[in-house]
C-alpha cells in the first residue's frame, strides 16, 4: 500500500490549495479514505472522510462548511480543496484509510497559512 500525499505549500490567509493523494498497491475503489492533519504541538485530527464510491463525504468541524473532499477512482486519487484558508488550517496533510486489520497513511504534506 503506497499513499503519496502533494499540492501543500505556502498560501496567504484567504488563499486556496487543492491537495492529491495517489493511491497504489491496492484496490482503491473498495475503500474510503480520509484527511487527517496534525498541526504543530496539537494532536491529530480527521478533516474529512468520502465513501468507496465517493457520493457520501463526511467533515469534522475543522473542515465542515469550507473543505471539499472528492476522489477519481479511474485515477486512484483523492482530493482536498481548501477554499478560503486560514492561518489555523497550518498544519501536516495526511490521506490515508483503513484496511482491516490497520490504518494506512501517507507521508504528509505541508500546508503553512501565513502573510
Known amino acids: 500500500v503506497q499513499l503519496v500525499e502533494s499540492g501543500g505549500g505556502l498560501v496567504q490567509p484567504g488563499g486556496s490549495l487543492r491537495l492529491s493523494c495517489a493511491a497504489s498497491?491496492?484496490?482503491?475503489?473498495?475503500?474510503?479514505m480520509s484527511w487527517d492533519r496534525q498541526a504543530p504541538g496539537k494532536e491529530r485530527e480527521v478533516v474529512a472522510r468520502?465513501?468507496?464510491?465517493?457520493?457520501?463525504?463526511n467533515y469534522a468541524d475543522s473542515g465542515k462548511g469550507r473543505f471539499a473532499i472528492s476522489r477519481d477512482n479511474a485515477k486512484d486519487t483523492v482530493y482536498l480543496q481548501m477554499p478560503s484558508l486560514k492561518p489555523e488550517d497550518t498544519a501536516v496533510y495526511y490521506c490515508?484509510?483503513?484496511?482491516?486489520?490497520?490504518?494506512?497513511w501517507g507521508q504528509g504534506t505541508q500546508v503553512t497559512v501565513s502573510s
Open positions: 490515508g484509510n483503513y484496511q482491516p486489520p490497520r490504518d494506512y
Open positions: 468520502i465513501a468507496s464510491a465517493g457520493g457520501n463525504a
Open positions: 498497491g491496492f484496490s482503491f475503489s473498495s475503500y474510503a
